[in-house]
C-alpha cells in the first residue's frame, strides 16, 4: 500500500502442501507477471480499508490473459494458449514450473524491503 493505493502485488506458486519460510518458490506460469513474481495489473481503486483487499486476488485472475509476459515462465516452450489446453480438464502438472531460485522466506523480505 502506498498511501490508498496498492502500489505493488506479487505471486508466485510452490510444490509442497505447507507454505514454509524454507519453501522454494516458482514462477506463475500465465501471463501479466513479472519473473521475479511482481504483477503486471494496475488499479484506481481507492482503498479505504484493508478488508477490500480480500477480493484481490478474484479481480486480478479476472484479467484477460494475454501472451504478455509469458516467455520463460515454465520448464515447457508452450505458448499461453498451449498450457490452457494442456491443462483444461487435466490436474495441473507441477513439473512444468520453472524455479525462481528463491525460498518464500527470502523472497518474503526481498518484496518487502523499501
Not at 10 to 26: G, I, S
Not at 43 to 64: C, G, H, M, N
Not at 75 to 103: C, G, K, V, W
Request: some cysteine; charged content about 20%; overall charge neutral.
Amino acid at each position: 500500500m502506498k498511501g490508498t493505493s496498492l502500489a505493488k502485488a506479487y505471486v508466485a506458486c510452490y510444490k509442497d502442501k505447507y507454505l514454509r519460510d524454507t519453501t522454494p518458490l516458482f514462477k506463475f506460469p500465465y501471463s501479466n507477471v513479472h519473473a521475479n513474481g511482481a504483477l503486471c495489473y494496475f488499479s484506481t481503486e481507492v482503498i479505504k480499508d484493508l478488508v477490500q483487499l480480500q477480493t484481490f486476488a478474484y479481480r486480478w485472475r479476472q484479467v484477460p490473459n494475454n501472451d504478455h509476459l509469458t516467455g520463460q515462465r515454465t520448464e515447457l516452450d508452450a505458448s499461453l494458449r498451449e498450457l490452457f489446453e494442456m491443462h483444461q480438464d487435466a490436474d495441473f502438472n507441477y513439473d512444468i514450473l520453472a524455479p525462481m531460485n528463491t525460498t518464500f522466506g527470502e523472497w518474503g523480505q526481498t518484496i518487502t524491503r523499501p
